[in-house]
Structures are given as structure tokens and as C-alpha cells.
């Protein structure tokens, strides 16, 4: 069947890392009040959410353990089925690192079936994290996930006692999958973006409702997909070019070719690019 052809609204994939106390899921709430006016949050983190219902207008779905991938996506779909314009996910992490979470399961799984060896049992365990990273993409809501930093605490002018956020607790690769990636830090709660398709966070900025009507504007502004998709193909070829692994490149190369969906060419280009970093890393090996 033939339908009227019309421009189709891109939805936000952004996540917020920072340590224990940098404000993650105040931030998320006060952006998704600039996205939309219904807003949903799916709270791991035994209830903190509501303690901003001061704050802000929103549903909450509190989700216990076991956090394992099947859960959260059956937490979405609910989501989508209510009508709800933003989700916010707080905390992706416990999908990974919390009790039932993949770390467990593929521990799990490996002890029953592949004699403790944890590395074929991840050919189970990664498809079952594959579909809910799927999900996030594919869902029509605005997706904002907040992922815990593991903490390092230094001393900084003054002699003042920093905390450092440093690697998010998620699967390597996760960064790949969000248009926009955020680092908040402890002190001051600003943000700053370690990966950014919008190009709307040059400097750090303290997330208000602003932030989520600039963010909506760019999604919905006058730029066709077409427009957009050449717009990202810059980072694109360069996130594959800095690519330092093979799980990296992969990683990469799937995120490209999903936001590229529909534009032949530049995912010819794109897997062109990857063939040829691929073939480079094989010759590594090699040697």
C-alpha cells in the first residue's frame, strides 16, 4: 500500500552518567519536563525518583530485582501502551551490574550449561541484552537513561576532595546507541557531553527544562531525515576510525547503521568504512 509520505519526528536516545550524588535522576526529570508533558520513570533505585515528586509531574513504575533485560522491556512496552510522551529509565545500570541483572545471568548460565565458562555463555546472554537495547531504539517515547559511573575521589585546588565519575557500569559499547551522552559531575552537577549528535553541547551547562526544549527543537526542526542522517555521517565514520577493539567497532557499526536506516548510500559508506577497520584489526591479529 502507498500512504501520504510525511517527515517522520526523531526521538531522543540520551543517557546521563555520573556517580552516586551527581544528580542524574533530578537532571533527567527536569530535561523531560522541556520534552513532553506526560512522563513516565521506571525507578530502580528503590524509590528515589519520588522523593523529586516536588519537582516534577510524572508516573512511576518502581522495578525490583531480578533487573534482567526481559523485565525492563516488558516495563516499556507498558509504557508505550499508557500514551506516556518521555521515559526516563533510572537506572539502566542495574541491567547490567544489579542482582539478575546479565553479569548474573551469563554467570548463571555458564556455571549450568558450558562448565563455568563465561565466555561461550555470553553467545545467550548477549541476544537477551541485544533486545532491549533494540527496544530503547525502537521505542516511539522519548528514552532518557541515567547509568551509575563507578567513583574515584582526588584531591583538587584548595586541597579539595573531588568525586570523579569514570567508566558508566553498562556493556562496552553502550555509548554507541545514544544520540546524546552526558557526564554529570558530583560537584556543581554540570554537565558535559561526551558524545553529542546534536551539537548542542559545546560547554558544560546545568540541565534545566531548557535543556529538553532545545533538545525537542532540534529533533523536530525543519532538517529532513535525509538532512540529519548526512549531518551525523561526520562522527559516524570517526566513532569507527577510533574505534580500539573489535567489540568496539562492531558496537559502533551497529548504532551507525540503525540511525542510517533508510539511507542506502551512507550505509554502504558506513560498512565500507568498517570492512576496512575490520580487515585492519584482523591484520593486527595477525601479526
Known sequence: MFKK???KQARLRLALAGPSGSGK???ALQMAKGLGSKIAVIDTEHGSASLYADAADFDVMELHAPYSPERYIEAIQAAERAGYDVLIIDSYSHEWTGQGGCL?????I?????KGNTWSAWNETTPRHRRLTDKILTSPLHIICTMRSKTETVQGEGKKVVKLGLKSEQRDGTDYEFTVVLDIAHDGHMA???KDRTKLFQQPELITEATGHKLLDWLNCGTSQRERAESMMVDFIATLEQATSLEDLKSAFGAAWRELAGEADLQAQVKA???KRKAAFAQGDAA
Open 25 to 27: 535522576t533530578f537532571s
Open 110 to 114: 555458564a556455571k549450568a550449561k558450558y
Open 5 to 7: 509520505a510525511e517527515r
Open 104 to 108: 548474573e545471568i551469563n554467570d548463571e
Open 192 to 194: 558535559v557531553a561526551s
Open 273 to 275: 568504512d568498517y570492512e
